[in-house]
């Protein structure tokens, strides 16, 4: 079973951008689709933005798009979310997700994560 290990985050001006990182453990090459989503406090958990098997498969939230880009480094596995101009409004839980599990083509890259592997995710604070 893969794992994956978020790092970066803590307290983010808003305004500022942030950078987090993510490392595949467990898994012996890139055949995997990966992503991030994000939860705020009494919030669902939601898609952010994610990169499928072939790094030419990606999809983003509405709002992410313009301010988000989403990474992947196959040789390393890893990958990288970051984000420009941070609002109050979005402090964050937030997770990387990744799923090795061949899907028709039907299966968009957030349904694919959503029911693949977590990370333990890491908290986003935003301060004004």
């Known amino acids: 079973q893969m794992q994956l290990v978020e790092s970066g985050g803590g307290l983010v001006q808003a305004g500022d951008s942030l950078r987090l990182s993510c490392a595949v453990v467990g898994h012996r090459n890139s055949d995997y689709a990966m992503g991030w989503f994000r939860q705020a406090p009494g919030k669902e958990r939601e898609f952010v933005g994610g990169i499928g098997w072939s790094a030419g498969t990606q999809k983003y939230a509405d709002d992410m798009k313009g301010r988000c880009t989403i990474s992947r480094d196959n040789t390393n596995n890893t990958g990288t979310l970051q984000m420009k101009s941070l609002k109050t409004q979005e402090p964050a839980e937030y997770y990387c997700?990744?799923?090795?599990?061949?899907?028709?083509?039907?299966?968009?890259?957030?349904?694919?994560?959503?029911?693949?592997?977590w990370g333990q995710g890491i908290q986003v604070t935003v301060s004004s």
């Open positions: 997700a990744g799923d090795s599990i061949p899907r028709p083509d039907t299966v968009g890259v957030e349904a694919a994560l959503r029911d693949g592997h």
